[in-house]
RNA sequence: GGCCUCGUGGCGGAAUGGCUACGCAGAGGACUGCAAAUCCUUGUAUGGGGGUUCGAUUCCCUCCGAGGCCUCCA
């Protein structure tokens, strides 16, 4: 078997590269995860699917059982504690809480779950153990209860950002704790107040920065290098620069992670997303409330808007893309009516497309030509409809595949569209909507029309439209529907 | 100020040293008892100026424009 050859663009090097796992019986991939603090929003949803698209291509090309994700869960920071103290429940409540929303979301944008979610608060003895190295090693110190990396002790320090460390400290302009010894140095470990949640530790109680944390929780899931690490483009500077420059000190590598991947900033309706420009808006907000748009959105709706635009290119949420995502997903739906899962396989133009650095756009692409090939009478639609439900397969639309509507079921149609239109419209009577539907179909096929229009407009007046259509081969009369919004 | 992206048709959005995808919207046609739907066909684009080249949207320079990071925000 050819494994198709898979190029990433990789920060470190600012280009694309092929990519090679360290083991290709375990490939290993490290995403930084959501600091639980409030809810999700629509920008912290990007790198979870895209990232989530990567796992399954990796899984269809390496083996469901040799790729390894990591995604971590930050339950220790500065915001949570200020955020627990501001309504007035425990650090722990908040913690659970959010994530608790979180896992639910992500999960109706139709992501897998990771092979671990370590939380921080887990790791603290990895922590302690890589500062320790750190120490001893000379790239940190322990000042007044702290302890700091010492950045100029990391001569190439700045290489994924590209910032020179002389310029760095040059241009530092944040005012500078007295026990640092360079105006670069960034905290692993910082003292905790009595009120504030702490660890013992060699340097007294206290709890860990921020960085620290992901270069335990890889260390511990993944070994002390692996193959891919991503997060959203603003990670670089200081986050993942700061990871690299902790973990390659303490273990004496060239490197954290060959790959780094970072996606690119999301934008809503060409503002930047922002709590003070009031378009901020949370994933749940959108499956859930009408407050972006007007309406709630399906998870796939919300994943096939995101996968449309290259995961590294800014991408601007408005309410027409996702209309279109939704007519996209429609057509889909109806040209998939009655599809087997069965031995169902992605084309390689599909693959081809998501190993050129996840394009997930030209992929989707890939799709529309696979539909139309299966509209076509000649040829062999079947073998299309199978591919399609292949490629749909691997970039995340397990659920959408698993109520594709019956060929001739009346009412699992028309609860789909309701779950799409959400509450308002679901006092449909469904049985009787199928009673009046038949029985328009047999009037029509009588030439009763007066009748056949008649239903016809009550159908309508319940908000369910009619589409006729005859069948291409037997010239038999057939009805579908949808709900009108 | 430093570093870094990006400017493609009405809109979204890929790709490419030679013919610029795909989707949406638009237009025309077919089908249909009518409506809706469906099917077929189709017009329209590489920000400005230089350079390299037989040839540039693609490579280089410059100008204009948009955005990001440098502030524990994906």
Aim: glycine share 8%; hydrophobic share 40%.
């Amino acid at each position: 078997m050819t494994t198709p050859q898979l190029r990433l663009y990789n920060t470190l090097t600012r280009s694309k590269e092929v990519f090679v796992p360290i083991d290709e019986k375990n490939v290993r991939m490290y995403v930084c995860g959501p600091t639980v603090y409030d809810f999700a929003h629509i920008g912290n949803a990007r790198p979870v699917i895209v990232f989530d698209v990567l796992y399954r291509l990796l899984r269809h090309l390496y083996g469901k059982d040799h790729v390894k994700y990591v995604r971590n869960i930050t339950d220790v920071d500065d915001k949570i504690n200020a955020r627990a103290a501001e309504r007035g429940i425990s650090i722990r409540d908040l913690t659970e809480g959010t994530n608790r929303i979180f896992q639910e979301d992500v999960k109706a944008l139709g992501c897998l779950e990771p092979d671990v979610q370590p939380r921080a608060t887990e790791h603290i003895a990895e922590m302690i153990a890589i500062m320790q190295k750190l120490i001893e090693a000379g790239h940190a110190y322990a000042a007044e209860g702290h302890v700091l990396f010492a950045v100029p002790s990391m001569a190439d320090y700045g290489r994924l950002s590209r910032r020179p460390l002389d310029e760095m400290i040059a241009g530092a302009r944040v005012e500078v704790a007295p026990y640092k010894r360079s105006d670069m140095d960034f905290v692993l470990w910082k003292p905790s107040r009595d009120n504030e949640p702490g660890w013992d530790s060699p340097w007294g109680r206290g709890r860990p920065g921020w960085h620290i944390e992901c270069s335990a929780m890889s260390w511990k899931h993944l070994g002390e290098t692996f193959d891919i690490h991503g997060g959203g483009i603003d990670l670089v500077f200081p986050h993942h620069e700061n990871e690299i420059a902790q973990s390659r000190c303490a273990f004496g590598h060239d490197v954290m992670a060959n790959v780094w991947m970072h996606n690119g900033f999301l934008q809503v309706e060409g503002e930047k997303m922002s709590k003070s420009l009031g378009n901020f808006v949370t994933i749940n907000e959108l499956l859930h409330t009408d407050k972006f748009g007007g309406r709630s959105w399906p998870g796939e709706v919300l994943r096939l808007a995101m996968l449309k635009t290259h995961y590294r290119q800014p991408i601007d949420w408005t309410v027409k893309a996702l209309e279109e995502a939704e007519k996209t997903i429609k057509e889909w739906r109806r040209l998939l009516r009655g599809a087997s899962r069965s031995n169902a396989k992605p084309s390689e133009n599909f693959i081809a497309a998501l190993s050129d650095d996840l394009n997930t756009h030209a992929a989707v692409t890939e799709i529309h030509k696979l539909a139309v090939a299966s509209k076509s009478p000649s040829g062999e639609p079947y073998d299309r409809q199978t591919e399609m439900v292949g490629c749909l397969e691997i970039i995340g639309f397990d659920e959408f595949l698993k109520e594709l509507p019956d060929q001739d079921d009346v009412t699992s149609d028309i609860r789909k569209s309701i779950s799409e239109v959400g509450a308002p419209k679901a006092g449909i009577d469904l049985k009787k909507a199928g009673q009046l539907i038949t029985a328009r179909l047999e009037a029509r096929k009588a030439k009763n029309f007066a009748e056949s229009d008649r239903i016809r407009d009550d159908l309508l007046a319940m908000g369910i439209q009619l589409k006729d259509a005859k069948d291409p081969v037997t010239g038999e009369l057939t009805t579908t529907w949808e709900v009108k919004r």
